[in-house]
């Protein structure tokens, strides 16, 4: 199975995916180098690409069976409401690279596609399946639950970076980028939710090959 992985960060979805399917192969792409070099690191069979993702997707996307893409979040997420009132806040609009990405699968890409976003301070303009903290927006139906582990409550401790560290069973110290560690941490999918929607795509893919093979 040929899978494309954009905005891959650290790789915190596709950490499990070889316990489904050790018969893959994926290319990641991430546009901040230093990042790209530790999930290269990571994940030494990865196919790593240095670029814009969502470039690389209008670009490529033929090229899979599956796409997962998780592409920024920080002008949908909840805290532009909380940051809203302060004298520090600058105003922004959402990027609609997301809503871009989404219709173009729907519309145009034959195989699976997940796009992951976190829940956003307005009215999703499509709909997506909720799960936990996140919107899923895919062209197969997810599980009622993706995950059962619990986020650590960042607010309680000191250490926000060793919380998540634990967590996510990675060391962020190792980034030496210029993105702000703490919220690369926050950011990173849960790897057990990457992990059950990968086999939900997996099983989706052999039910569909044992219709073909029956077909002849």
Not at 93 to 122: A, D, H, R, W
Not at 125 to 130: A, E, R, S
Not at 202 to 210: E, G, I, Q, S, T
Request: aromatic share 14%; with cysteine.
């Amino acid at each position: 199975m040929k899978i494309l992985n954009l905005y891959a960060c650290l790789g915190g979805n596709r950490y499990k995916w070889n316990e489904v399917n050790d018969d893959i192969e994926v290319t990641a792409v991430e546009l901040d180098p230093e990042a790209a070099r530790l999930y290269q690191e990571r994940f030494p069979n990865d196919t790593v690409i240095v670029a814009d993702a969502h470039q690389y997707l209008l670009d490529h996307y033929k090229e899979f069976d599956f796409i997962w893409s998780s592409p920024p979040c920080p002008t949908h997420s909840r805290i532009q409401l909380s940051q809203y009132t302060r004298d520090s806040w600058k105003p922004q609009y959402p990027s609609m690279n997301l809503y871009q990405e989404i219709i173009f699968l729907q519309t145009f890409y034959k195989g699976k596609f997940c796009i992951e976003n976190v829940i956003g301070y307005y009215e999703p303009l499509i709909t997506p399946q909720k799960r936990d903290r996140h919107y899923y927006w895919t062209n197969f139906k997810l599980p009622n639950q993706v995950s059962s582990r619990k986020n650590p409550d960042i607010s309680r401790t000191k250490d926000t970076v060793g919380a998540l560290t634990k967590f996510h069973d990675y060391d962020f110290r190792k980034y030496q980028g210029e993105q702000d560690c703490r919220k690369m941490a926050r950011n990173l999918v849960d790897y057990e939710a990457g992990r059950t929607i990968f086999e939900v795509v997996c099983d989706v893919y052999k039910a569909n090959n044992a219709n073909q093979t029956e077909l002849f």
